[in-house]
């Protein structure tokens, strides 16, 4: 059976950061595109950032470049997803995904596996 399954959510002040993973079981993604899509009460899934199968291609929002780092452990079956600089517009629930294929897709019909979520609470 294939999971996902993130940790590392939580409350924090406006301006602290936070870090969290997502790892695999089940089969490897280490060839597939993983994204990152965050969802908050009557408002679509939406996404934040991706990585790509190999690594190298690393796309990010606008409303998240140069406070989000995105990267992954291929052999852990991992990903992450480094938080600074956090805004109370940050707040919602943080999904990670796995793409069907190796090229980063903005858009949630392109992934397959879904984590369960993780709550972020930035605190203004």
């Known amino acids: 059976q294939v999971q996902l399954v993130e940790a590392g959510g939580g409350l924090v002040q406006a301006g602290g950061s936070l870090r969290v993973s997502c790892t695999a079981s089940?089969?490897?993604?280490?060839?597939?595109?993983m994204g990152w899509f965050r969802q908050t009460p009557g408002k679509e899934r939406e996404f934040v950032g991706g990585i790509s199968g190999s690594g190298g291609g690393i796309y990010y929002d606008d409303s998240v470049k140069g406070r989000f780092t995105i990267s992954r452990d291929s052999p852990r079956n991992s990903v992450y997803l480094q938080m600074n600089s956090l805004k109370p517009e940050d707040t919602g629930v943080y999904f990670c995904a796995a793409g069907r294929w190796a090229s980063v897709s903005t858009a949630a019909w392109d992934y397959v596996y879904w984590g369960q979520g993780t709550q972020v609470t930035v605190s203004s």
């Open positions: 089940g089969r490897t993604f280490s060839n597939v595109a």
